[in-house]
Nanobody, 114 residues
Framework: QVQFVESGGGLVQPGGSLRLSCGPS????????MEWYRQAPGKQRELVAS???????TYADSVKGRFTISRDYAKGTVYLQMNDLKPEDTANYFC????????WGQGTQVTVSS
């Protein structure tokens, strides 16, 4: 049973940075593309960033130039570096693989507020 564990969230001021981590699952990360999603209160879950097994990345327009997704095969971990955070980035962030094919974890809460 796959169980993703997200961590690294917290409270940060606008303009600040956070790095989220998701793992460990070396088997899944080696085989499938991985994604980060987020869900704000009262809104649907949305795709934020994705990375293929070969390292090709895509981003939602709202985070382009600010967020970076990466993966460490040795650690079986996927990261989301978030810079220049804005209040609208406030959400619970989740990782998943292969277009959300696996059970969802608890996520990690990111709150951007002054």
């Amino acid at each position: 049973q796959v169980q993703f564990v997200e961590s690294g969230g917290g409270l940060v001021q606008p303009g600040g940075s956070l790095r989220l981590s998701c793992g460990p699952s070396k088997t899944i990360f080696t085989i499938y593309p991985m994604e980060w999603y987020r869900q704000a209160p009262g809104k649907q879950r949305e795709l934020v960033a994705s990375i293929t097994t070969s390292g090709y990345t895509t981003y939602a327009d709202s985070v382009k130039g600010r967020f970076t997704i990466s993966r460490d095969y040795a650690k079986g971990t996927v990261y989301l570096q978030m810079n220049d955070l804005k209040p609208e980035d406030t959400a619970n962030y989740f990782c998943n693989g292969n277009q959300g094919a696996f059970p969802w974890g608890q996520g990690t809460q990111v709150t951007v507020s002054s």
